[in-house]
């Protein structure tokens, strides 16, 4: 029996190094297929939580606003364009809309508990930077839930209520907590953080050096287990 591990990976859903981190572990989590049973969640995390809600600004402009001018902006969206194309990603950020994401984080959450949200995730990266649709409208983000199957009608009603709020809010402040500054930022078993989005081959070398650690620490507890004998002391003993 292949031997699990649980993954979260915290990320926001306008962030290029979080979709490009995301084409480089599924390949390694494809090369290792037959090692381990990778359990994946999405953890949110807020480049811009000042986002105004409700409002959309074109990428380059916000890019321009953050970075100093738009020649500066520019560059930066043609770099960033070019790393993705060589994982096979098809940007087009001159369509992107930057806006608030804790809707799409809040609806990632539902996602979870309904099955949905490894795939919600992919549609709304590819929404953001290859549509050009803008991922903090009520009415886009049911769109794309529904493409991923969920009901559309239970997410309209679940995005005009509160629900998941506190819980969005609470991780976020949970990352903050545990000094995750930057993203992608991938924990796996909750005790190792890979920051960033590395090529296929650094995740697989850690996944394995973790999965050997787990190894070796299972086989000292079995052998600390295997050698406890029968023993006495001043008020008990085993016979």
Known sequence: MRPSLTVEIWSDVVCPWCYIGKRRWET???????EVDLQVVFRPYQLDPTASPGSATPVIEAYAKKFGGHERAAAIIAQVTEVAAGDGLEFHMERALRANTLLAHRLLWL????????????RLLQAYFCDGADVGDRDVLAGLAEDVGMAGDRVRAFLDSDDGTDHVRSMLQYAADAEITAVP???LDGRWSVPGAQDADTFINVIRRLLARKEQEAADDAATTSTTGQACNDESCDV
């Open 185 to 187: 930022t991938f924990v």
């Open 28 to 34: 390694a989590a494809a090369a290792l297929a037959d």
């Open 111 to 122: 996602a979870e508990a309904t099955g949905h949200q490894y795939a919600l995730k992919e």
